[in-house]
T-cell receptor, first 111, second 112 residues
């Protein structure tokens, strides 16, 4: 699975959009981009995933560049409860569908 | 009505002991996983298991073994515990044909 690079930390004001970037320059054609988050002392939580088209669900939007070498997770109206570590994961159809987590971005939403 | 549950939530034990952590999912999923999160907060996959195959991350010592009495359970057995096994262990599950993994709340293991 391709390696991902994320900033270690970011701040965001409550009510504003949080834009979390991820670089995955070695991504291959059949690999998906996944985003999970981990709120303190809880298990990771799935947010969204995509292949090449932009995706939106009730939690967030995922914007993938045309060359697929980077992506951005957007939380449109961040709340204090969105404070968490956000993980960008690139995964192909590996056996067992196992996820490889990197260091993630610690997002702090401030009032 | 917890989707993925783990017991115990906390486990403190001595070096050399053998212990088990239980995981149950009531989602009807057919694939289950164990992850380890160390003190530096890195999450690493340990095992993937469904009723057909067990896939083991090659870095996992053979003191660790998953055991599945049925499709809803995947327990983690650890023999001869070492100090370095101290971590938070997460169980997860996934339905066939879907991409989302559902994680349990974690078990914090402390080896003294």
């Amino acid at each position: 699975d391709a390696k991902t690079t994320q900033p270690p930390s970011m701040d965001c004001a409550e009510g504003r959009a949080a834009n979390l970037p991820c670089n995955h320059s070695t991504i291959s054609g059949n690999e998906y981009v996944y985003w999970y988050r981990q709120i303190h002392s809880q298990g990771p939580q799935y947010i969204i995933h995509g292949l090449k088209n932009n995706e939106t669900n009730e939690m967030a939007s995922l914007i993938i560049t045309e060359d697929r070498k980077s992506s951005t997770l957007i939380l449109p109206h961040a709340t204090l409860r969105d404070t968490a570590v956000y993980y960008c994961i690139v995964r192909g159809d590996n056996a067992g569908n196992m996820l490889t987590f990197g260091g993630g971005t610690r997002l702090m939403v401030k009032p | 009505d917890t989707a993925v549950s783990q017991t115990p939530k906390y486990l403190v034990t001595q070096m050399g002991n053998d212990k088990s952590i239980k995981c149950e999912q009531n989602l009807g999923h057919d694939t289950m996983y164990w992850y380890k999160q160390d003190s530096k907060k890195f999450l690493k996959i340990m095992f993937s298991y469904n009723n057909k195959e067990l896939i083991i991350n090659e870095t996992v010592p053979n003191r660790f073994s998953p055991k599945s009495p049925d499709k809803a359970h995947l327990n983690l057995h650890i023999n001869s515990l070492e100090l370095g096994d101290s971590a938070v262990y997460f169980c997860a599950s996934k339905a066939s044909g879907y991409n989302e993994q559902f994680f349990g709340p974690g078990t914090r293991l402390t080896v003294l």
